[in-house]
Nanobody, 124 residues
């Protein structure tokens, strides 16, 4: 019941920057956390960065110092600013949200949702 719409992917040269956006919609009580994951060809999906509603962040070691995750709680939107991009950052990036939504009785229930993915390609 939570829809995630991503934007901002594309093709960029090594050393360049991109900013990804992901907006959540639906009947939502609270979004507890949002994050970004990525999956490169032949590899498992991996965590890139997460952020809680209280603004606590977590980053993969490979992106620390280069990527910044942020959110706008009023808009239920999460961003990923990617700087100093490397070819190894090439992957499909997926938005994720952990949210509380109403169950059949109207009580909060925890759900996880995924976006459709957006391609990020970094050329050398």
């Amino acid at each position: 019941q939570v829809q995630l719409v991503e934007s901002g992917g594309g093709l960029v040269q090594a050393g360049g920057s991109l900013r990804l956006s992901c907006a959540a919609s639906g009947t939502i009580f609270t979004i507890n956390a949002m994050g970004w994951y990525r999956q490169a060809p032949g590899k498992q999906r991996e965590l890139v960065a997460t952020i809680t509603r209280s603004d606590s962040t977590n980053y993969a070691e490979s992106v620390k110092g280069r990527f910044t995750i942020s959110r706008d709680n009023a808009k239920n939107t999460v961003y990923l600013q990617m700087n100093s991009l490397k070819p190894e950052d090439t992957a499909v990036y997926y938005c994720n949200a952990d949210a509380l939504i109403p169950n059949s009785r109207g009580f909060p229930t925890a759900v996880g949702s995924w976006g459709q993915g957006t391609q990020v390609t970094v050329s050398s």
